[in-house]
Protein backbone atom coordinates (compact mmCIF):
# COMPACT_ATOMS: atom_id res chain seq x y z
CA UNK A 1 0.00 0.00 0.00
CA UNK A 2 2.81 2.50 1.06
CA UNK A 3 4.51 1.67 -2.52
CA UNK A 4 1.28 2.55 -4.50
CA UNK A 5 1.10 5.73 -2.78
CA UNK A 6 4.74 6.79 -2.94
CA UNK A 7 4.21 5.37 -6.84
CA UNK A 8 1.57 7.41 -7.15
CA UNK A 9 3.21 10.40 -5.83
CA UNK A 10 6.55 10.09 -7.66
CA UNK A 11 4.14 9.97 -11.28
CA UNK A 12 2.46 12.90 -10.07
CA UNK A 13 5.26 15.29 -8.99
CA UNK A 14 6.89 14.03 -12.53
CA UNK A 15 4.23 15.22 -14.53
CA UNK A 16 3.59 18.22 -12.41
CA UNK A 17 7.57 19.23 -13.07
CA UNK A 18 7.00 18.36 -16.67
CA UNK A 19 3.61 20.06 -17.35
CA UNK A 20 3.90 23.30 -15.45
CA UNK A 21 6.86 24.75 -18.28
CA UNK A 22 5.08 23.14 -21.09
CA UNK A 23 1.82 25.07 -19.89
CA UNK A 24 3.75 28.13 -19.87
CA UNK A 25 5.09 27.78 -23.32
CA UNK A 26 1.42 27.05 -24.77
CA UNK A 27 0.86 30.37 -23.15
CA UNK A 28 3.14 31.79 -25.15
CA UNK A 29 2.67 30.61 -28.29
CA UNK A 30 -1.00 31.68 -28.03
CA UNK A 31 0.41 35.14 -27.16
CA UNK A 32 1.95 35.49 -30.58
CA UNK A 33 -1.84 35.27 -32.23
CA UNK A 34 -2.74 38.10 -29.45
CA UNK A 35 0.59 40.40 -30.04
CA UNK A 36 -0.31 39.94 -34.53
CA UNK A 37 -3.85 41.30 -34.30
CA UNK A 38 -3.33 43.79 -31.20
CA UNK A 39 -0.65 45.20 -33.43
CA UNK A 40 -2.03 45.41 -36.60
CA UNK A 41 -5.31 46.81 -34.89
CA UNK A 42 -3.07 49.73 -33.41
CA UNK A 43 -2.32 50.70 -37.29
CA UNK A 44 -6.18 50.40 -38.47
CA UNK A 45 -8.94 48.25 -38.90
CA UNK A 46 -8.39 47.22 -42.05
CA UNK A 47 -5.01 46.07 -41.63
CA UNK A 48 -6.07 44.28 -38.48
CA UNK A 49 -9.22 42.46 -40.81
CA UNK A 50 -6.58 41.20 -43.24
CA UNK A 51 -4.49 39.68 -40.55
CA UNK A 52 -7.38 38.02 -38.69
CA UNK A 53 -8.56 36.43 -41.95
CA UNK A 54 -5.34 35.90 -42.94
CA UNK A 55 -4.15 34.32 -39.94
CA UNK A 56 -6.92 32.07 -39.93
CA UNK A 57 -6.45 30.66 -43.34
CA UNK A 58 -2.37 30.02 -42.41
CA UNK A 59 -4.07 28.50 -39.35
CA UNK A 60 -4.98 25.61 -40.65
CA UNK A 61 -1.78 24.74 -42.71
CA UNK A 62 0.02 25.44 -38.95
CA UNK A 63 -1.98 22.88 -37.57
CA UNK A 64 -1.10 20.10 -40.47
CA UNK A 65 2.61 20.80 -40.03
CA UNK A 66 2.22 20.26 -36.02
CA UNK A 67 -0.01 17.58 -36.54
CA UNK A 68 2.86 15.68 -38.89
CA UNK A 69 5.68 17.01 -36.62
CA UNK A 70 4.03 15.51 -33.24
CA UNK A 71 5.04 12.20 -34.28
CA UNK A 72 8.43 12.82 -32.91
CA UNK A 73 7.70 13.00 -29.14
CA UNK A 74 6.36 9.91 -28.56
CA UNK A 75 8.96 7.87 -30.65
CA UNK A 76 11.25 9.74 -28.34
CA UNK A 77 9.56 9.39 -25.31
CA UNK A 78 9.36 5.57 -25.69
CA UNK A 79 13.03 5.13 -26.52
CA UNK A 80 14.04 7.23 -23.31
CA UNK A 81 11.94 5.00 -21.34
CA UNK A 82 13.43 1.75 -23.00
CA UNK A 83 16.96 3.37 -22.10
CA UNK A 84 17.41 3.68 -25.34
CA UNK A 85 17.95 7.47 -24.99
CA UNK A 86 21.00 7.91 -27.16
CA UNK A 87 19.03 6.42 -30.65
CA UNK A 88 17.31 9.36 -30.44
CA UNK A 89 19.26 11.69 -32.25
CA UNK A 90 19.18 9.87 -35.44
CA UNK A 91 15.62 9.72 -35.34
CA UNK A 92 15.70 13.72 -34.92
CA UNK A 93 17.76 13.93 -37.67
CA UNK A 94 15.49 12.33 -40.11
CA UNK A 95 12.70 14.37 -38.22
CA UNK A 96 14.17 17.46 -39.60
CA UNK A 97 14.12 15.80 -43.52
CA UNK A 98 10.22 15.43 -42.97
CA UNK A 99 10.18 18.74 -41.08
CA UNK A 100 11.61 20.43 -44.61
CA UNK A 101 9.14 17.95 -46.53
CA UNK A 102 6.13 19.17 -45.02
CA UNK A 103 7.27 22.75 -44.81
CA UNK A 104 7.46 22.93 -48.61
CA UNK A 105 4.53 21.25 -49.07
CA UNK A 106 2.79 23.86 -46.82
CA UNK A 107 4.19 26.60 -48.66
CA UNK A 108 3.19 25.81 -52.10
CA UNK A 109 -0.68 24.78 -51.30
CA UNK A 110 -0.63 28.46 -49.14
CA UNK A 111 0.90 30.21 -52.25
CA UNK A 112 -1.25 28.59 -54.85
CA UNK A 113 -4.39 27.36 -53.15
CA UNK A 114 -5.15 30.47 -50.20
CA UNK A 115 -6.52 32.84 -52.88
CA UNK A 116 -9.13 30.59 -53.70
CA UNK A 117 -10.13 29.98 -50.32
CA UNK A 118 -9.79 33.76 -49.27
CA UNK A 119 -11.70 35.21 -52.46
CA UNK A 120 -14.66 32.12 -51.63
CA UNK A 121 -15.04 33.59 -47.87
CA UNK A 122 -16.66 36.46 -50.10
CA UNK A 123 -15.34 39.05 -48.19
CA UNK A 124 -14.25 42.94 -49.82
CA UNK A 125 -12.10 42.65 -52.96
CA UNK A 126 -9.09 44.82 -51.45
CA UNK A 127 -9.39 43.45 -47.55
CA UNK A 128 -8.97 39.99 -49.54
CA UNK A 129 -5.69 41.00 -51.20
CA UNK A 130 -4.30 42.15 -47.91
CA UNK A 131 -5.01 39.07 -46.38
CA UNK A 132 -3.49 37.29 -48.94
CA UNK A 133 -0.73 39.88 -49.05
CA UNK A 134 -0.09 38.76 -44.98
CA UNK A 135 -0.97 34.24 -46.56
CA UNK A 136 2.15 34.69 -48.78
CA UNK A 137 4.67 36.71 -46.62
CA UNK A 138 4.02 34.30 -43.51
CA UNK A 139 4.00 30.95 -45.41
CA UNK A 140 7.65 31.44 -46.25
CA UNK A 141 8.04 30.26 -42.53
CA UNK A 142 6.41 27.23 -43.11
CA UNK A 143 9.83 24.64 -42.79
CA UNK A 144 10.82 27.10 -40.27
CA UNK A 145 7.40 26.13 -37.93
CA UNK A 146 7.92 22.43 -38.75
CA UNK A 147 11.85 22.20 -38.05
CA UNK A 148 10.95 24.18 -34.56
CA UNK A 149 8.29 21.51 -33.54
CA UNK A 150 10.90 19.15 -34.29
CA UNK A 151 13.04 20.17 -31.57
CA UNK A 152 10.45 20.87 -29.14
CA UNK A 153 9.32 16.99 -30.03
CA UNK A 154 13.36 15.95 -29.24
CA UNK A 155 13.12 18.01 -25.91
CA UNK A 156 9.80 17.14 -24.85
CA UNK A 157 10.22 13.37 -25.59
CA UNK A 158 13.43 13.38 -23.01
CA UNK A 159 11.85 15.11 -20.46
CA UNK A 160 13.68 18.36 -20.66
CA UNK A 161 10.53 20.95 -21.30
CA UNK A 162 12.35 24.07 -20.14
CA UNK A 163 14.03 24.76 -23.38
CA UNK A 164 10.70 25.38 -25.16
CA UNK A 165 9.54 27.91 -23.05
CA UNK A 166 12.50 29.48 -23.24
CA UNK A 167 12.36 29.58 -27.26
CA UNK A 168 8.71 30.18 -26.90
CA UNK A 169 9.73 33.33 -25.36
CA UNK A 170 12.29 33.98 -27.53
CA UNK A 171 9.41 33.97 -30.23
CA UNK A 172 7.15 36.87 -28.87
CA UNK A 173 10.82 38.81 -27.67
CA UNK A 174 11.22 38.96 -31.67
CA UNK A 175 7.92 39.16 -33.14
CA UNK A 176 7.01 42.89 -31.13
CA UNK A 177 10.00 44.63 -32.34
CA UNK A 178 10.06 43.41 -35.51
CA UNK A 179 6.52 43.78 -36.34
CA UNK A 180 6.89 47.07 -34.90
CA UNK A 181 9.02 48.21 -37.62
CA UNK A 182 7.70 46.44 -40.31
CA UNK A 183 4.54 47.72 -39.78
CA UNK A 184 4.72 51.10 -38.68
CA UNK A 185 8.29 52.58 -39.54
CA UNK A 186 8.17 50.84 -43.20
CA UNK A 187 4.29 50.78 -43.51
CA UNK A 188 4.29 47.32 -45.12
CA UNK A 189 0.88 46.54 -43.69
CA UNK A 190 -0.28 43.13 -43.38
CA UNK A 191 2.11 42.24 -45.56
CA UNK A 192 4.80 42.92 -43.04
CA UNK A 193 2.89 41.26 -40.17
CA UNK A 194 3.58 38.39 -42.18
CA UNK A 195 7.50 38.93 -42.82
CA UNK A 196 7.49 39.45 -39.01
CA UNK A 197 6.29 36.25 -38.11
CA UNK A 198 8.39 34.57 -41.01
CA UNK A 199 11.39 36.18 -39.58
CA UNK A 200 10.39 35.11 -35.58
CA UNK A 201 9.77 31.43 -37.07
CA UNK A 202 13.20 30.86 -38.66
CA UNK A 203 14.72 32.46 -35.48
CA UNK A 204 13.42 30.23 -33.23
CA UNK A 205 14.58 27.12 -35.30
CA UNK A 206 17.65 28.23 -36.54
CA UNK A 207 18.38 28.91 -32.12
CA UNK A 208 17.05 26.01 -31.09
CA UNK A 209 18.92 23.99 -33.25
CA UNK A 210 21.87 25.71 -32.44
CA UNK A 211 21.00 24.78 -28.29
CA UNK A 212 20.55 21.24 -29.04
CA UNK A 213 23.75 20.62 -30.99
CA UNK A 214 25.82 22.55 -28.33
CA UNK A 215 24.10 22.30 -25.14
CA UNK A 216 25.65 19.67 -22.96
CA UNK A 217 22.02 18.27 -22.19
CA UNK A 218 22.16 16.62 -25.53
CA UNK A 219 25.93 15.29 -25.50
CA UNK A 220 24.51 11.71 -24.32
CA UNK A 221 22.68 10.99 -27.73
CA UNK A 222 24.84 9.38 -30.34
CA UNK A 223 24.73 12.06 -33.20
CA UNK A 224 26.27 10.15 -35.44
CA UNK A 225 24.07 6.87 -35.60
CA UNK A 226 21.40 6.51 -38.38
CA UNK A 227 21.65 7.81 -42.04
CA UNK A 228 22.88 11.78 -42.35
CA UNK A 229 20.47 11.54 -45.99
CA UNK A 230 16.71 10.93 -46.17
CA UNK A 231 15.89 6.98 -44.73
CA UNK A 232 12.72 6.48 -46.36
CA UNK A 233 11.04 3.47 -43.97
CA UNK A 234 12.18 6.16 -40.81
CA UNK A 235 10.31 8.82 -42.64
CA UNK A 236 7.29 6.82 -43.84
CA UNK A 237 7.39 5.51 -40.02
CA UNK A 238 7.42 9.48 -38.63
CA UNK A 239 4.46 10.19 -41.46
CA UNK A 240 2.35 7.04 -40.66
CA UNK A 241 2.31 8.45 -37.31
CA UNK A 242 1.80 11.89 -38.26
CA UNK A 243 -0.64 12.04 -40.79
CA UNK A 244 -3.44 10.80 -38.75
CA UNK A 245 -2.71 13.57 -35.62
CA UNK A 246 -2.35 16.14 -38.53
CA UNK A 247 -6.15 15.41 -39.92
CA UNK A 248 -7.06 14.98 -36.70
CA UNK A 249 -6.18 18.57 -35.35
CA UNK A 250 -7.61 19.59 -38.89
CA UNK A 251 -11.06 18.11 -37.90
CA UNK A 252 -11.12 20.03 -34.37
CA UNK A 253 -9.43 23.61 -35.83
CA UNK A 254 -12.02 22.88 -38.73
CA UNK A 255 -15.20 22.39 -36.31
CA UNK A 256 -13.96 25.84 -34.78
CA UNK A 257 -13.95 27.80 -37.54
CA UNK A 258 -16.62 26.22 -38.90
CA UNK A 259 -18.62 27.87 -36.46
CA UNK A 260 -17.29 30.98 -36.60
CA UNK A 261 -18.41 31.24 -40.11
CA UNK A 262 -21.71 30.08 -38.84
CA UNK A 263 -22.15 32.40 -36.44
CA UNK A 264 -20.64 34.66 -39.25
CA UNK A 265 -24.81 35.07 -40.14
CA UNK A 266 -26.17 36.80 -37.13
CA UNK A 267 -24.63 39.56 -37.26
CA UNK A 268 -21.52 41.44 -36.14
CA UNK A 269 -22.70 41.33 -32.13
CA UNK A 270 -22.68 37.44 -32.67
CA UNK A 271 -19.36 37.58 -34.24
CA UNK A 272 -17.44 39.83 -31.65
CA UNK A 273 -19.32 37.46 -28.86
CA UNK A 274 -18.34 34.56 -30.37
CA UNK A 275 -14.47 35.55 -30.76
CA UNK A 276 -14.68 36.91 -26.69
CA UNK A 277 -15.92 33.40 -25.79
CA UNK A 278 -13.32 31.28 -27.77
CA UNK A 279 -10.67 33.72 -26.67
CA UNK A 280 -10.98 32.87 -23.24
CA UNK A 281 -11.90 29.20 -24.14
CA UNK A 282 -8.48 29.04 -26.07
CA UNK A 283 -6.79 30.73 -23.35
CA UNK A 284 -8.24 28.19 -20.63
CA UNK A 285 -7.25 25.16 -22.80
CA UNK A 286 -3.27 25.87 -23.11
CA UNK A 287 -3.12 24.50 -19.37
CA UNK A 288 -5.19 20.93 -19.70
CA UNK A 289 -2.84 21.07 -22.86
CA UNK A 290 0.50 21.55 -21.29
CA UNK A 291 -0.75 18.49 -19.09
CA UNK A 292 -1.77 16.68 -22.27
CA UNK A 293 1.54 16.72 -23.73
CA UNK A 294 3.54 15.58 -20.52
CA UNK A 295 0.97 12.95 -20.19
CA UNK A 296 2.22 11.50 -23.65
CA UNK A 297 5.48 11.66 -22.53
CA UNK A 298 5.19 10.09 -19.58
CA UNK A 299 2.85 7.22 -21.11
CA UNK A 300 5.47 7.26 -23.91
CA UNK A 301 8.07 6.28 -21.04
CA UNK A 302 6.21 3.62 -19.40
CA UNK A 303 5.51 1.86 -22.78
CA UNK A 304 9.48 2.24 -23.31
CA UNK A 305 10.23 0.35 -20.16
CA UNK A 306 7.32 -1.94 -20.05
CA UNK A 307 4.95 -1.15 -17.25
CA UNK A 308 1.67 -1.11 -18.62
CA UNK A 309 0.19 -0.80 -15.01
CA UNK A 310 2.66 3.01 -15.11
CA UNK A 311 0.93 3.98 -18.76
CA UNK A 312 -3.04 3.72 -16.97
CA UNK A 313 -1.71 5.37 -13.67
CA UNK A 314 0.28 8.60 -16.04
CA UNK A 315 -2.87 9.03 -18.29
CA UNK A 316 -5.41 8.28 -15.33
CA UNK A 317 -3.40 11.31 -13.16
CA UNK A 318 -2.58 13.45 -16.88
CA UNK A 319 -6.73 13.11 -16.82
CA UNK A 320 -7.07 14.62 -13.32
CA UNK A 321 -4.85 17.05 -13.20
CA UNK A 322 -6.19 18.45 -16.31
CA UNK A 323 -10.34 18.25 -15.20
CA UNK A 324 -8.75 20.29 -11.62
CA UNK A 325 -7.40 23.00 -13.77
CA UNK A 326 -10.77 23.10 -15.96
CA UNK A 327 -12.96 23.36 -12.88
CA UNK A 328 -10.91 26.43 -12.03
CA UNK A 329 -11.99 27.44 -15.32
CA UNK A 330 -15.33 26.47 -15.64
CA UNK A 331 -16.46 27.94 -12.21
CA UNK A 332 -14.35 31.27 -13.02
CA UNK A 333 -16.90 31.26 -16.89
CA UNK A 334 -19.90 30.89 -14.70
CA UNK A 335 -19.48 33.11 -11.69
CA UNK A 336 -17.94 36.01 -13.49
CA UNK A 337 -18.76 35.57 -17.21
CA UNK A 338 -19.71 39.02 -17.80
CA UNK A 339 -16.77 40.78 -15.96
CA UNK A 340 -14.77 38.46 -18.03
CA UNK A 341 -16.79 39.85 -21.24
CA UNK A 342 -16.27 43.54 -20.11
CA UNK A 343 -12.23 42.91 -20.57
CA UNK A 344 -12.49 42.41 -24.20
CA UNK A 345 -15.14 44.84 -24.96
CA UNK A 346 -17.18 48.35 -24.50
CA UNK A 347 -20.42 47.74 -26.15
CA UNK A 348 -22.72 46.22 -23.85
CA UNK A 349 -24.92 44.36 -26.75
CA UNK A 350 -21.68 42.77 -27.33
CA UNK A 351 -20.50 41.95 -23.38
CA UNK A 352 -24.40 40.88 -22.47
CA UNK A 353 -24.22 38.32 -26.27
CA UNK A 354 -20.43 37.02 -25.30
CA UNK A 355 -20.90 36.54 -21.48
CA UNK A 356 -23.54 34.23 -22.48
CA UNK A 357 -21.75 32.42 -24.60
CA UNK A 358 -19.38 31.86 -21.76
CA UNK A 359 -22.07 30.34 -20.03
CA UNK A 360 -21.85 27.71 -22.67
CA UNK A 361 -18.02 27.80 -22.96
CA UNK A 362 -18.13 26.57 -19.05
CA UNK A 363 -19.74 23.72 -20.03
CA UNK A 364 -17.77 21.93 -22.27
CA UNK A 365 -14.32 23.09 -20.60
CA UNK A 366 -14.46 19.24 -18.73
CA UNK A 367 -14.97 17.58 -22.04
CA UNK A 368 -11.81 19.71 -23.76
CA UNK A 369 -10.03 19.21 -20.94
CA UNK A 370 -11.04 15.41 -20.80
CA UNK A 371 -10.16 14.83 -25.14
CA UNK A 372 -6.96 16.61 -25.26
CA UNK A 373 -5.45 14.31 -22.62
CA UNK A 374 -7.18 11.07 -24.15
CA UNK A 375 -5.64 11.79 -26.92
CA UNK A 376 -2.17 12.58 -26.12
CA UNK A 377 -2.09 9.60 -24.00
CA UNK A 378 -3.52 7.11 -27.35
CA UNK A 379 -0.13 9.48 -28.81
CA UNK A 380 1.76 7.88 -25.91
CA UNK A 381 0.80 4.43 -27.18
CA UNK A 382 1.74 5.39 -30.75
CA UNK A 383 -2.00 4.76 -31.80
CA UNK A 384 -3.40 7.67 -34.12
CA UNK A 385 -5.45 6.26 -36.80
CA UNK A 386 -8.24 5.06 -34.26
CA UNK A 387 -8.63 8.71 -32.74
CA UNK A 388 -8.39 10.56 -35.80
CA UNK A 389 -11.68 7.71 -37.42
CA UNK A 390 -13.12 9.16 -34.00
CA UNK A 391 -12.30 13.06 -34.21
CA UNK A 392 -14.40 12.17 -37.46
CA UNK A 393 -17.37 11.08 -35.97
CA UNK A 394 -17.30 12.95 -33.13
CA UNK A 395 -17.22 16.27 -34.47
CA UNK A 396 -18.56 15.81 -37.44
CA UNK A 397 -21.01 13.35 -37.29
CA UNK A 398 -22.08 14.49 -34.60
CA UNK A 399 -20.87 18.59 -33.30
CA UNK A 400 -21.97 19.90 -36.50
CA UNK A 401 -24.74 18.12 -36.97
CA UNK A 402 -26.23 18.84 -33.59
CA UNK A 403 -25.08 22.69 -33.64
CA UNK A 404 -26.58 23.10 -37.26
CA UNK A 405 -30.05 21.81 -36.14
CA UNK A 406 -30.04 23.70 -32.97
CA UNK A 407 -29.19 27.09 -34.64
CA UNK A 408 -31.51 26.63 -37.47
CA UNK A 409 -33.96 24.17 -37.16
CA UNK A 410 -34.24 24.53 -33.21
CA UNK A 411 -34.40 28.50 -34.00
CA UNK A 412 -31.49 28.47 -30.77
CA UNK A 413 -29.08 30.66 -33.26
CA UNK A 414 -25.35 31.35 -31.67
CA UNK A 415 -25.62 29.31 -28.78
CA UNK A 416 -27.26 26.51 -30.64
CA UNK A 417 -23.69 25.90 -32.31
CA UNK A 418 -21.95 26.40 -29.16
CA UNK A 419 -23.97 23.59 -27.61
CA UNK A 420 -22.73 21.77 -31.09
CA UNK A 421 -19.62 21.94 -30.01
CA UNK A 422 -20.39 20.55 -26.32
CA UNK A 423 -21.91 17.62 -28.30
CA UNK A 424 -18.64 17.00 -30.46
CA UNK A 425 -16.01 17.51 -27.43
CA UNK A 426 -17.70 14.87 -25.49
CA UNK A 427 -18.45 12.14 -27.51
CA UNK A 428 -14.79 12.47 -28.30
CA UNK A 429 -13.77 12.70 -25.27
CA UNK A 430 -16.29 9.55 -24.42
CA UNK A 431 -14.97 7.51 -27.60
CA UNK A 432 -11.22 8.40 -26.72
CA UNK A 433 -11.21 6.91 -23.54
CA UNK A 434 -13.25 4.36 -24.34
CA UNK A 435 -10.43 3.02 -26.87
CA UNK A 436 -7.46 3.93 -24.39
CA UNK A 437 -8.90 2.13 -21.51
CA UNK A 438 -9.44 -1.00 -24.42
CA UNK A 439 -5.97 -0.42 -25.54
CA UNK A 440 -4.67 -0.15 -22.08
CA UNK A 441 -5.73 -3.68 -20.77
CA UNK A 442 -4.84 -5.16 -23.93
CA UNK A 443 -1.30 -4.09 -23.10
CA UNK A 444 -1.95 -5.59 -19.57
CA UNK A 445 -3.12 -8.96 -21.00
CA UNK A 446 -0.46 -9.04 -23.08
CA UNK A 447 2.56 -8.78 -20.93
Known amino acids: MLSDTASLGAEIRATVRLALPLVLTQLAAISVNVVEIGMAGRLDARVMGAVAVGANVWFFAVMGLLGVMMALSPNVAQLDGAGRRAEAAGLFRQSLWLAGAV ?115 YRDLDWASGRRGPDAAVLWGLFRLGGPMAV ?86 LTVPFGIAGLYAADPAVVAFGGGLLFLAALFQLSDGAQCVAAAALRGLKDTRGPMLITMIAYWGIGMPVGMWLTFSQAWGPPGMWAGLIAGLSAAAVLLWWRFARLSAGLLRGR
Open 248 to 333: SLLMESGLFNSTALVIGRFGDVAVAGHQIALSVASVTFMVPLGFAIATSVRVGNAVGQGDYGKVRRAALIGLALALVSQIGAAALM
Open 103 to 217: GVFAFVVMQGGAPLVVHGIGIDAGLAEDAMAFIRSSSWGAPAIAGYVGCRGLTEGLSMPRPSLGFGLLGLAVLFPAGWVLLFVFGLGAEGMGWAMTLTAWVQFFAFLGFIRQSPR
